[in-house]
């Protein structure tokens, strides 16, 4: 079986280019490798590294040409024009054609770039009617059974983090196990949405680091520095109404163990990384709750104080 995971290109204003390694992706190719080495599994990046290009604004967002309706050369022209960052969608097409995925995996992260993770799905669905569609990613869990209610190019969607839940989906592509069994897997069957339980996913130890060898090292970078994204903590502490992190991440705050966390900086290094990019949702809570003795506060959000 082969597999492709994608991260999208995006249509916006403006981006900001520095923080796009599609880490997500590279943590199911390792979980993939380890729980299903039979299985082909490739990321591709099709937003970092293949420039952009002016397109013009869509209907909806004409109104702000009237705001922003001249370019000046203050950093807040960023409204002026409007691009495509990434990889053209006839290029992907080609890319698909050639790997013949009998699954695509794309990563749906953001609400407002789902239009061109929809796209994709319908274009693939064009030139490959057999290959499966699959999403995941942060909208994806914010959005749930409306996704298959509302797509019908996209046949699987993947609630929460991937790790777990993909492989199991692979063991279910392969006739292992029920596709009810799968952790928060949804899907469509008798002309009806389900939305099976999402399950916790492998323990942060125990989880293989992500798998970054299909990613061009100098895409990722922070100056001339090849940058890499580390995590090391999931989910956040605070329960905050505008984020929705704990919809994707769940409530549980896990933090790995320094020896892993510093495990993943020396393979980083060894691999010629030379800027570590943590990408956590609360970096510092731990640090303020203990510096300040609060352990009440470290209790309340079940962190150990040692
Ligand atoms: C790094 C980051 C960015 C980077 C881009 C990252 C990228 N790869 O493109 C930058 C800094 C550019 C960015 C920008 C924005 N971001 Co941001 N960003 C993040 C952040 C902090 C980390 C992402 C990450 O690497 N997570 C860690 C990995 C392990 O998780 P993951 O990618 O989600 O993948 C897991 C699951 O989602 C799932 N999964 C993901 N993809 C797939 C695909 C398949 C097939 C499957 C099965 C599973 C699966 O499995 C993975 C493993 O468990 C998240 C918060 C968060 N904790 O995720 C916000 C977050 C994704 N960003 C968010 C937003 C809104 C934005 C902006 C749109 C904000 C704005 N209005 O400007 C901008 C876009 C600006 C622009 N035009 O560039 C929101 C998205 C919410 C939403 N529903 O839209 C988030 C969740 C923050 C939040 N708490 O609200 N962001």
Avoid: W
Avoid at 122 to 145: E, F, I, R, T, Y
Avoid at 264 to 276: D, H
């Amino acid at each position: 079986m082969k597999v492709l995971l994608v991260q999208p290109p995006i249509q916006d204003f403006y981006e900001t280019d520095l923080r796009l390694q599609p880490i997500g992706l590279c943590y199911l190719k390792a979980a993939a490798r380890r729980y299903h080495p039979d299985v082909e599994v490739q990321v591709l990046d099709a937003h970092q590294g293949h420039g952009r290009r002016t397109i013009s604004v869509p209907q909806e967002l004409e109104y702000l040409k009237r705001y922003y309706g001249f370019r000046d050369r203050t950093p807040f022209s960023t409204f002026h024009n409007y691009y495509h960052f990434g990889m053209d969608f006839e290029e992907l097409v080609e890319r698909v054609l050639v790997a013949r995925p009998d699954v695509i995996g794309i990563s749906a992260l953001f609400s407002p770039y789902f239009r061109e993770v929809v796209k994709i799905a319908s274009l693939v669905k064009k030139v490959l009617p057999q290959c499966d569609v699959l999403l995941g990613g942060s909208h994806v869990s914010a959005m749930k059974g409306e996704i298959l209610e509302l797509y019908n190019d996209v046949d699987y969607i993947i609630v929460g983090e991937g790790e777990r839940a993909f492989c199991e989906f692979l063991s279910f592509k392969k006739g292992l196990c029920s596709i009810e069994s799968v952790s928060g897997l949804g899907y469509r069957s008798q002309g009806r949405v389900h939305l099976n339980e999402v399950q916790p996913t492998y323990d942060l130890d125990e989880m293989e680091m992500p798998d970054f060898s299909d990613l061009n090292l100098s895409d990722y970078r922070v100056g001339t520095k090849p940058m890499s994204f580390l995590i090391s903590s999931r989910s956040c502490p605070h329960k905050c109404s505008f984020c929705s992190v704990h919809l994707t991440f769940g409530n549980r705050y896990r933090r790995r163990t320094v020896q892993s966390i510093l495990e993943e900086i020396e393979l980083r290094y060894r691999q010629g990384v030379r800027v570590v990019d943590f990408e956590d949702d609360n970096l510092t809570f731990y640090t303020a709750a203990h510096k300040f003795g609060d352990i009440a506060l470290m209790k309340r959000f079940e962190v150990s104080s040692d």
